[in-house]
Nanobody
């Protein structure tokens, strides 16, 4: 059974940084692309960033490009999202997800497994 556990969320002031972690178990981690999505209050869940199986390719959404960085450690079975220069509009529940699709999938339907989410709140 696949389990994805996010951690690292919290309250931060605008301009600050947070690093989210996603620990995976139950599958061979290196065989799956990993993605981060978020759902802001009153909005639909949106793509944030994705990383390929070996970490060689990454892709980020326009709203976070240049501020957020996705990485992974296939020894620790963990994916990360480093978030810098945070803005109040980054406030959301952040979810990690696992996909068997090759490359850096950006659509929610490409992901088979999801974590429970971690809250990130950015104050102005």
């Amino acid at each position: 059974q696949v389990q994805l556990a996010e951690s690292g969320g919290g309250l931060v002031q605008a301009g600050g940084s947070l690093r989210l972690s996603c620990a995976a178990s139950g599958r061979t981690f290196s065989r799956y692309a990993m993605g981060w999505f978020r759902r802001a209050p009153g909005k639909e869940r949106e793509f944030v960033a994705a990383i390929s199986r070996n970490g060689g390719s990454t892709y980020s959404g326009d709203s976070v490009e240049g501020r957020f960085t996705i990485t992974r450690d296939n020894v620790k079975n963990t994916a990360y999202l480093q978030m810098n220069s945070l803005k109040p509009e980054d406030t959301a529940v952040y979810y990690c997800a696992m996909s068997s699709v090759v490359g850096t999938p950006t659509t929610q339907g490409a992901y088979s497994y999801w974590g429970q989410g971690t809250q990130v709140t950015v104050s102005s």
